[in-house]
């Protein structure tokens, strides 16, 4: 499959502006279905032409229907759900067009014109009556809009610079000004069979059309060829933006009423404010930010109309479903970063959004309308810092953001020419609301254990730290990987990401902690160092939910058999003094934001059990285990603090170099070649210890990564400062 690279989304012009990127010797090896595919793919690679998940294309196709083998057209469009960028077959429907078209009898049969009725929405459980070749993917409601214009190729687009014309007051005349007789506009309309019918009307009527701007929506064109189709979207989007780029003010958006912060006071001021504020927007479900502090949203939150604007919402309904009827606007002077004014604001704020928001619910819902939803916005503007976007999960806020970034775009384009005009309240309400959006909700799959929580790991870089952050992440965690080895917390946080496939982010760029998990550096036994990761985790997800320290350090002795103090010093320093900083850190945080949250410490099966030779180690993992009884007294109710205590764990751990493990199968005894490699060493020395336990089993890094997952994931949701033992079973560790 050919991999299409993400085409830089700031606007430019010149001329490279949309280019074409279609290349026909990679074309002409593929079937019309791939070729539809590579269409999809580039089309989606460039934000400029539609936002992540918008936008559809299609492609009508004659095949062989396997039932009569007869020639028959069959209808390839984009279904419900996935990304056009990374799209493939299988997000495609294919249905019998002429079996789609004939559904028109039984619409109009119960003479149910208009968007709003019911038999609009039945219409949608038809389409899997003209599926062809059993192919599983759902077609989607936009599936008329393609079907019914009479090309063979069809690309839908929400491109800002022709969304900026569908939301202006004057589109109609706009749209006749910028391309003529090229392209068509049409009113406003929810997508579905109706709006399938108005557009076939539309090429009917106008048959040298080559598109139609759908008001307060985007674009659709159309074209007999696949190459002509895709760069005839291009040329449109061109078009539009030349237009715009033409009526290019001095000011936007009225100018600026107030100034940016410098970056340092906006980082402080989120900082300072964002565990707040998780806390006020979590309220009924958690919620993970991303912050967006580009130029552009800057410009735009710092300006006069930014107030009128933010009031009137987002308009593409694929925006709006994200962003919510209309973003809260913080009305905050930045001059002087007062925070505690700022925090007054948006309390006052969000209170009267709840209140708007369920006013809007009450006002605009039908007997048969889904409950109220979550009432907090998604969607936080603060002038002189920037834009505030929140969602189950990163990548969800991350596409709120850009959402929002997108209306930005469209409302700074059509106020350049006309007046930027939002979808009208009760339209927004029923596509929100609409009983087939609620339909896909429950479609979806159920949260995973983790998600909506942030976990900080320290000790990331290796051993259980390592093995830990892979099993949080597959639970739906956003991930911070700290280790006082920089390299190998970012080598920790960088290998998950390539293998869930997500984007890695590094805290403290313009669009922070742009991933699932992000790696830190950070030393323990430096408050300031942990505080500072403690605030580049703020910035990247907005707040801390749970936090485990899993790094540890065994001190060595000298070839008599002692431990020198300054080595005595620094167990003690990462053993216990760590992690009661990290504690320490995080509480801070935890006060702020008011959330039930967890902190588990690694301690050792050695805490209980005297051992000659390590008791450096030993007596500070005791003091460990009494950190932790400490500590939950300390941070109750808000915070459950508990312990997890290995035996020893060989596998990936950094505590067991092979001259550790050679000395201790020399000390016990156990037969082994010093040729032979380190791998082969440690597993023997694993057996013996297994021999010891009552179980008889290794301990594993799985079964510590369990324990310690079940801290996190509401497995010992009732327990408080205790200390398991996951160490194959050691009488002499029991409990006394
Ligand atoms: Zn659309």
Redesign the pocket.
């Known amino acids: 499959m050919t991999t299409i690279a993400p085409e830089n989304t700031t606007i430019r012009t010149g001329d490279d502006y949309l280019r074409s990127r279609w290349d026909d010797v990679v074309a002409a090896k593929m079937d019309v279905v791939q070729r539809l595919i590579y269409r999809s793919n580039l089309l989606g690679a460039d934000a400029r032409i539609t936002n992540t998940g918008?936008?559809n294309t299609s492609s009508k196709i004659d095949a062989i229907n396997p039932v009569t083998g007869e020639r028959t057209r069959v209808l390839w469009v984009k279904g419900s759900g996935g990304d056009l960028r990374t799209a493939t077959k299988a997000n495609f429907a294919s249905l019998y067009l002429d079996q789609v078209l004939a559904l028109r009898a039984l619409y109009e049969k119960n003479d149910v014109r208009g968007p709003k009725t019911p038999a609009e929405d039945a219409m949608v459980g038809m389409y899997l009556h003209t599926t062809f070749d059993r192919n599983p993917t759902a077609a989607s409601i936009?599936t008329p809009l393609h079907a019914f214009i009479p090309f063979a190729h069809v690309d839908?687009m929400?491109p800002v610079a022709v969304i900026a014309l569908a939301t202006a007051k004057d589109g109609p005349a706009l749209t006749h000004e910028v391309y003529g007789d090229d392209v068509i506009w049409t009113d406003w309309q929810r997508?579905g069979f109706d709006l399938g019918l108005e557009l076939e009307r539309v090429c009917r009527e106008h048959p040298t059309a080559k598109g139609a701007i759908m008001g307060q929506?985007?674009l659709i064109n159309w074209a007999n060829d696949d190459r002509e189709c895709y760069e005839l979207t291009l040329e449109l989007i061109r078009r539009a933006q030349d237009f715009l780029d033409a009526h290019t003010h001095e000011e936007d958006f009225g100018g600026a009423r107030v100034s940016s912060l410098p970056e340092d006071e906006r980082k402080r001021v989120l900082v300072e404010l964002l565990p707040w504020l998780r806390g006020q927007v979590s309220s009924e479900v958690r919620q993970i930010a991303t912050v967006e502090m580009r130029d552009e949203v800057l410009e735009f939150v710092n300006s006069h109309d930014a107030p009128r604007l933010a009031d009137l919402g987002t308009s593409?309904?694929?925006h709006f479903l994200r962003t919510k009827i209309k973003p809260l606007y913080a009305s905050w002077n930045p001059e002087g970063a007062d925070v505690v004014t700022l925090k007054g604001e948006l309390a006052a704020g969000l209170a009267q959004y709840r209140i708007d928001y369920a006013e809007y619910y009450n006002q605009c819902k039908h007997d048969d309308s889904p409950a109220l939803r979550v009432s907090s916005p998604s969607v936080i503007l603060v002038p002189g810092v920037g834009m505030i976007a929140w969602g189950k999960s990163k990548s969800e806020s991350r596409v709120t953001a850009e959402f929002y970034n997108a209306a930005i775009g469209v409302m700074r384009c059509a106020e350049r020419v006309s007046r930027y005009i939002a979808l009208d309240r009760q339209e927004a309400f029923d596509i929100e609301y609409w009983l087939l959006e609620e339909a896909k909700l429950r479609r979806m799959p159920a949260e995973k254990s983790l998600d909506r929580q942030i976990v900080v790991v320290v000790g990331a870089g290796s051993g259980i730290g390592r093995g830990l952050i892979a099993r949080l992440v597959e639970n739906g965690a956003s991930v911070v990987a700290v280790d006082r080895d920089v390299a190998s917390a970012k080598s920790a946080a960088d290998e998950i990401g390539k293998k869930v496939g997500m984007g890695i982010g590094v805290a403290g760029t313009g669009i922070s902690g742009a991933g699932q998990t992000i790696g830190l550096g950070a030393d323990m036994t430096d408050r300031a160092s942990i505080r500072r990761a403690f605030d580049d985790v703020i910035l990247a997800y907005g707040g801390v939910d749970q936090v485990v320290v899993t790094a540890g350090y065994y001190p060595n002795p000298d070839e008599n058999g002692d431990v020198a103090d300054k080595e005595w010093a620094t167990a003690f320093a990462i053993n216990v003094t760590g992690p009661y900083v990290v504690a320490d850190e995080a509480y801070r945080v935890w006060k702020e934001q008011d959330l039930d949250a967890g902190l588990v410490i690694t301690t050792s099966v050695n805490a209980v059990v005297p051992k000659a030779g390590s008791f450096a180690y030993d007596t500070s993992k005791a003091a460990a285990n009494h950190l932790v009884r400490e500590l939950a007294v300390a941070y109750a109710p808000m915070v459950r603090v508990n312990g997890v205590a290995p035996a020893t764990v060989l596998e990936g751990s950094s505590m067991f170099p092979r001259e550790r493990v050679l000395a201790s199968l020399s000390r016990y005894e156990i037969a082994h070649e010093t040729s032979e490699d380190t791998g082969a060493l440690r597993d023997k020395l694993a057996t013996f210890y297994a021999g010891r336990t009552l179980t008889r089993q290794p301990v594993t890094l799985d079964s510590q990564i369990r324990a310690i997952t079940a801290f996190l994931d509401g497995g010992f949701s009732r327990t408080t400062g205790q200390i398991v033992n996951v160490d194959g079973g050691q009488a002499a560790a029991f409990l006394r």
């Open positions: 918008g936008g936009d839908h929400h997508p929506h985007g593409c309904p694929d």
